[in-house]
């Protein structure tokens, strides 16, 4: 009690809205902890989550504010399986995470996430030359399309502003380097940056124990 009555006279009727959002998080967090049936599940601030049947939260995950974790169900009838989302052991997120899914999204353990990264498995519409959705389709209208499921392997870091597109695998004890867009697979324990075009920077050589430049193509 000492500590809310410190925080109405630092804050006067302001610690009212901030009591309001302590009770909430918490409140939110305690049914997250309970639906997931993760006793050590983190989020800072109340995450949108959405598709919960569908998720799989490994042990000890933290996550920062702004989270916005969704799986949708069968977006038209060419998507035949149910959707997945796997979130393995340790891993740990920063600010505004996005994750969506409608075919399947796995991240391994000890994935170490940075702030504003999206990680997805579809795009709006259909873009190939025998079906496609026309321009004049507003984007939100077109259904939903797969082009395949991302898997990130155990131990790799994803760094801010990261976006991971559909199909995408992304091998163990890599590195994605800041705002790279992942439209590629990334073999493991490889640094990966992107400027116009991906492409990996720097491969791992287990036999010599050392980070080398890939010849170029």
């Given at each position: 009690m000492s500590r809310i009555r410190e925080l109405f006279r630092r804050n006067g009727m302001w610690a009212v809205f901030l009591v309001y959002r302590l009770a909430v998080n918490r409140i939110s967090l305690v049914f997250i902890r309970w639906m997931t049936g993760v006793p050590?599940?983190?989020?800072?601030?109340?995450?949108?989550i959405i598709g919960m049947r569908y998720i799989h939260v490994g042990r000890n995950f933290q996550c920062g504010r702004g989270a916005w974790i969704e799986v949708i169900e069968k977006p038209d009838e060419d998507e035949g399986s149910t959707p997945?989302?796997?979130?393995?052991d340790n891993v740990v997120a920063s600010e505004y995470l996005h994750v969506a899914a409608v075919n399947g999204v796995?991240?391994?353990?000890?994935?170490?996430?940075?702030?504003?990264?999206?990680?997805?498995?579809?795009a709006h519409g259909r873009y190939g030359?025998?079906?496609?959705?026309l321009p004049a389709t507003p984007p939100g209208d077109r259904a939903l399309s797969s082009k395949g499921k991302v898997t990130i392997g155990r131990n790799v870091w994803i760094a801010d502003g990261v976006k991971i597109l559909p199909g995408v695998t992304i091998g163990e004890g890599s590195i994605i380097g800041a705002n790279s867009v992942v439209a590629e697979d990334v073999p493991s324990n490889s640094i990966y940056t992107?400027?116009?075009?991906?492409?990996?920077?720097?491969?791992?050589?287990?036999?010599?124990?050392?980070?080398?430049?890939?010849p170029n193509e």
């Open positions: 050590d599940i983190y989020f800072q601030g109340t995450p949108r997945r989302l796997s979130i393995g796995r991240i391994g353990d000890n994935v170490l996430i940075g702030s504003g990264v999206l990680i997805t498995d579809h030359r025998t079906q496609g959705d992107s400027g116009g075009a991906g492409r990996i920077v720097k491969v791992f050589n287990y036999d010599r124990h050392e980070w080398h430049t890939p």
